[in-house]
């Protein structure tokens, strides 16, 4: 299988102000939010980044995405480096995150062009991506209307039709469902699996175990910004569920007993 994505011991900490300090209760100054971390994803596949909130995976997916710059280490997508090539690897991703804030202001159907044209997306192309997407999602209907007025669900649809505009191969999504009602969740897990037909590679974190079972071929499981355990699901559960071998791995990096 082709190596698509491929990290290479990624660090990345960050300084707390008084303020994150008294929030988060510690005196750290400093805190290590993804610790010299390595795994690799492959051509057509989605891979699961598993782990509770404060993990680091939207760190890490951040880091791919090249929003923010690693410390340490490196990470290459289709060959290209996120530190040396980050506007090639722009332009070969996708990157979602439940965090996108798209502007109140504007229309889905303005917000899908404006996107296109920074992409130098062919207009003719666009315009039938566009339908067949607005479609797909149920946006035609709240094409005109603007994202203050959309529901959560729709400006989550909004969001992930603008972030793949330009049929990027390799898409990267931060907990994908987070914040849905179970219908909108259904119609983007099921939308993932359709990519992953098509031969994208999709890349997803999460802390929810049943999207990662239903989804992933591959998963690694992420626990204070080091990876555990990275294997096939098979594999990951062979002997016990998902769920109760995280929670083992979990127990046995924090040094306690399983919960």
Known sequence: MKVILKTDGLSKTFRLSAKQQKLQNTKKKIITAVDDLSFEAYEGEIFGLLGPNGAGKTTTLR????????DKGDAFIDGSSVKNEPDIVRSKIGFLTSELKLEDFFTPNYLYDFFS???????????????????R???????EVKV?????GMKQKASLVISIVHDPNIIIFDEPTNGLDVLTARVVTDFLSELKERGKTIIVSTHIFSLVERLCD???????GKMIVCDT?????AEKSLEDTFFDLYAESVGGEAL
């Not at 999602?137 to 094409?143: M, R």
């Not at 203050?148 to 959560?152: D, Q, R, V």
């Not at 591959?218 to 204070?224: D, E, H, K, Q, V």
């Open 148 to 152: 203050a007025n959309l529901s959560t």
């Open 63 to 70: 880091i791919l995405a090249t929003i923010i710059k690693a």
């Open 233 to 237: 699901l098979e594999n990951l559960t």
């Open 117 to 135: 044209k920074l992409h130098h997306i062919d207009p003719a192309i666009s315009e039938a991506r566009k339908r067949e997407l607005f479609a």
């Open 137 to 143: 999602f149920g946006i035609d209907e709240f094409a």
């Open 218 to 224: 591959r998963a690694g499981i992420i626990i204070n």
